[in-house]
T-cell receptor
């Protein structure tokens, strides 16, 4: 089945720890994204990548890091510098058809600080 | 900066009713608009994509329209069912950027 796989589904982080969220896609999409979702805030863009070995900061990149070593993979690390990491994290990928970009999402990872 | 607004934030309707969800955006220079559905604790499921050159798209009981000049899109759901209960989000893509700008969504409850 083609799609986007995020793992784990639930993740718990202790204060001061770095944690990495996995995102893999087999849709052969060029672009991948990470969004954060908080109640009442909507989706906010953390990082996005249009091609391998290149990525750009989104609106709330502070305290996060990413890598894009393979087209299929775009892991997100939540560092200890992120002071309020408890949230629902969504990974997406998209392809461009002419002028149109259609995005598809994974099932999300819920991160909780304990 | 592009802003996307969805009103109302929540909507409750009896089963069988037809309903309309609204999405407005401030910059009309969009390339396309996408409607998504999100169930509690889940990711987003793509429902419909409308290209900037199109006026509407249909999929089953769903019909989405786009009026670029007024900065508005609507999602029409016919004969609503309890299984339609979810949060519906719209997102716009502008320019050559791959980025999408999202609204905060409308939470729909269909009462049996």
């Amino acid at each position: 089945d083609g799609g986007i796989t995020q793992s784990p589904k639930y993740l718990f982080r202790k204060e001061g720890q770095n944690v990495t969220l996995s995102c893999e896609q087999n849709l052969n999409h060029d672009a991948m994204y990470w969004y954060r979702q908080d109640p009442g805030q909507g989706l906010r863009l953390i990082y996005y990548s249009q091609i391998v070995n290149d990525f750009q900061k989104g609106d709330i990149a502070e305290g996060y890091s990413v890598s894009r070593e393979k087209k299929e993979s775009f892991p997100l690390t939540v560092t200890s510098a992120q002071k309020n990491p408890t949230a629902f994290y969504l990974c997406a990928s998209s392809f461009r058809d002419g002028l149109n970009t259609e995005a598809f999402f994974g099932q999300g990872t819920r991160l909780t600080v304990v | 900066k592009q802003e996307v607004t969805q009103i109302p934030a929540a909507l409750s309707v009896p089963e069988g009713e037809n309903l309309v969800l609204n999405c407005s955006f401030t910059d009309s220079a969009i390339y396309n608009l996408q409607w998504f559905r999100q169930d509690p604790g889940k990711g987003l499921t793509s429902l419909l994509l409308i290209q900037s050159s199109q006026r509407e798209q249909t999929s089953g009981r769903l019909n989405a329209s786009l009026d670029k000049s007024s900065g508005r899109s609507t999602l029409y759901i016919a004969a609503s069912q309890p299984g339609d209960s979810a949060t519906y989000l719209c997102a716009v893509n502008i320019g050559w950027s791959y980025q999408l700008t999202f609204g905060k969504g409308t939470k729909l409850s269909v009462i049996p």
